[in-house]
């Protein structure tokens, strides 16, 4: 057969979220994702506009799967897919197709809905999310692929990470650029964005040149014209470096619906292909469009008890204030506790201040400490020397890479050292800890 003409919800841990996959033109596409955003039930793996490029992408292990079969030549080749796969599939059939097609297709064992001309999510979402949830526990492998698609998982499902910090001198954009190169290093697709304005610290600790950078992107919001031509690369790291006018910076803060804002950046990044997008967000400005933008935080900060408060209320501005405005959930968010030396606060001292301020101001818990960093001086002198700040020594990336486990999925150098974790949820806190 050719053509088509014949006949407010519980919020859940990232651990449990549903991993999805949306397939179809990319206006379908980005208004599914507009839609899911902010539902914690849902992470959004990755996208994908055509059918070669979906058969490529089974390999990120969806298990659900939103799919406009208009991006199909017809009923046959869609048949083929959906044949292939173990995901749980909701087709959405264009007006002109028969009754006929639509019944040959709810017949199919991965369908679990069949639809004409578009799904309404807000309605479909819990019945979404329950079937899945319900297919997970009868068949815990049911993530695993057929025959002919790659079996590795990749990044848990797509990272949108803002490393944020209230305050300047904490060591964020290091962090931030550190996480960047652990994750391609990994071999998962990654693009960093500095959002700082004027970016210097991205072009000097990667030793990249400040132009192109991301007003390439606001003079033309398209993955072809604003972030592939204005992309300079580290080894594997794609990196946009951010405005160096700081007149411009206004240009940042815009509406999540506006063509060049932020949440677009990274709705055409992830069509480009991008698993892992990582944001330096600023410490005012345009963080709050950073924020909106993320599906993780990591919360950059030193062991003093003024960062303490200053981090806490970071947290009740995010999590209080902005809280319909995001969806980051609160076992999403990553505390590090940067540039430890002796003398200063630690990690438990500085976390029951923190604790102490948000239970004050009735918002529960302040999230666990992640990884406490030292203060090791070859971290600067590598960065001032544009060298990737991963090779300052184990002090500094043992636990980059650690927090990477976390972010991006266990890596190959789990050892000995994962019997000296305990684990808060998706949160892993190293016994012995320096400064613990």
Avoid: C
Wanted: glycine fraction near 10%.
């Amino acid at each position: 057969m050719t053509g088509w003409n014949a006949e407010n919800e519980e919020a859940v841990s990232a651990e449990e979220a549903v991993v999805m996959l949306l397939a179809g033109p990319p206006s379908r596409v980005n208004a599914w994702f507009t839609s899911l955003q902010m539902d914690s039930r849902f992470r959004v793996n990755t996208f994908s506009t055509d059918p070669q490029d979906l058969e490529n992408k089974m390999g990120y292990n969806p298990e659900a799967i939103l799919l406009d079969a208009t991006i199909f030549s017809g009923p046959e080749n869609l048949t083929n897919f959906l044949t292939k796969t173990t995901s749980a599939v909701y087709v959405v059939l264009p007006r002109e197709a028969g009754d006929d097609v639509r019944k040959s297709l709810s017949d199919l064992p991965s369908v679990r809905g069949v639809f004409i001309n578009d799904i309404n999510l807000s309605q479909m979402a819990g019945r979404i999310y329950a079937e899945v949830i319900a297919l997970r526990n009868q068949a815990p492998t049911m993530g695993q692929v057929g025959k002919g698609y790659r079996t590795e998982r990749i990044a848990g499902g797509l990272r949108v990470i803002t490393v944020w910090s209230r305050t300047g001198g904490s060591g964020k954009s290091t962090i931030a650029a550190a996480l960047a190169l652990e994750a391609a290093q990994r071999g998962i697709k990654t693009l960093l964005v500095g959002l700082g304005v004027p970016d210097i610290s991205l072009p000097t600790f990667l030793n990249l040149k400040t132009t192109p950078n991301l007003f390439g992107w606001l003079a033309n919001p398209t993955f072809e014209g604003g972030i592939r031509p204005n992309i300079q690369s580290k080894g594997l790291l794609d990196v946009m470096v951010g405005l160096q006018d700081g007149i411009k910076e206004k240009e940042l803060v815009k509406p999540p619906e506006d063509p060049a804002s932020i949440n677009q950046l990274v709705i055409n990044a992830t069509f480009g292909g991008y698993s892992i997008v990582i944001l330096d967000t600023p410490v005012s400005g345009a963080y709050f469009n950073a924020i909106s933008a993320s599906n993780t935080m990591v919360m950059v900060t030193t062991p003093m008890l003024d960062q303490a408060v200053v981090s806490a209320e970071a947290y009740r501005m995010a999590f209080k204030r902005m809280r319909d405005q995001h969806r980051i959930g609160v076992g999403n968010v990553f505390v590090v506790l940067n540039r430890y030396r002796p003398g200063l606060l630690s990690s438990n001292e500085w976390h029951e201040a923190a604790d102490a301020y948000t239970q004050t101001m009735g918002i529960g818990h302040f999230p666990p400490v992640a990884e406490v960093i030292p203060d090791v001086p070859e971290v600067a002198l590598a960065a001032n020397a544009g060298r990737s700040v991963l090779t300052a020594g184990d002090d500094f990336a043992g636990p980059i890479h650690r927090l990477g486990d976390v972010l991006y999925g266990g890596g190959s150098g789990s050892t000995h050292e994962d019997q000296k974790v305990m684990h808060f949820g998706p949160i892993r806190i190293r016994k012995g800890i320096v400064g613990a």
